[in-house]
């Protein structure tokens, strides 16, 4: 990427820090979205009556 990087024109820096900026952005608003989607595969596991008698002590 950094030999790639240095054969672009000064100029197109900013461009490329923009783009780097949007795909930082993307990602951190994937994450919850992922969290949110798996939620009803992993509360099949949470409700079951073995999960609430390991957790009840707490």
Known sequence: ???E?????PRTYGEVL??????????????PDTA???EPVLRKDWLRPEEE???SDL
């Open 1 to 3: 990427m950094i030999s």
């Open 5 to 9: 990087l240095s054969d672009l024109p």
């Open 18 to 31: 923009d783009f780097i900026r949007f795909l930082k952005s993307r990602r951190r608003k994937a994450a």
């Open 36 to 38: 949110l989607a798996s």
């Open 53 to 55: 008698e390991a957790w």
